[in-house]
Nanobody
């Protein structure tokens, strides 16, 4: 059974950094584009960053220059390095395919940035 488990979230001060990890199991995702999504209070879930099978990345404008998505296909892992965090980054962060598969949503990991 496919499972995506996010970890690495926490409470950080504005200007700080976090590295999120996504552990995939059940099948290999090496042939899939992968992405990080987030959902802030009162807002819809949005795509934050994506990486395709060739390693090409894209980001939503608000995180460009601050966040970096990467993947390690050998371990079926996806990462999100987040720097210069601000209060607007506070959200639950999820990983999934790009575009997302509805059945793959996990519990996410909470990122809270104090201002």
């Amino acid at each position: 059974q496919v499972q995506l488990v996010e970890s690495g979230g926490g409470l950080v001060q504005a200007g700080g950094s976090l590295r999120l990890s996504c552990a995939a199991s059940g099948r290999t995702f090496s042939r899939d584009a992968m992405a990080w999504f987030r959902q802030a209070p009162g807002k819809e879930r949005e795509l934050v960053a994506a990486v395709n099978v060739e390693g090409r990345t894209r980001y939503t404008n608000s995180v460009k220059g601050r966040f970096t998505i990467s993947r390690a296909n050998a371990n079926n892992m996806v990462y999100l390095q987040m720097n210069s965090l601000n209060a607007e980054d506070t959200a639950v962060y999820y990983c999934n395919r790009d575009p997302p598969e509805a059945d793959y949503w996990g519990s996410g990991t909470q990122v809270t940035v104090s201002s």
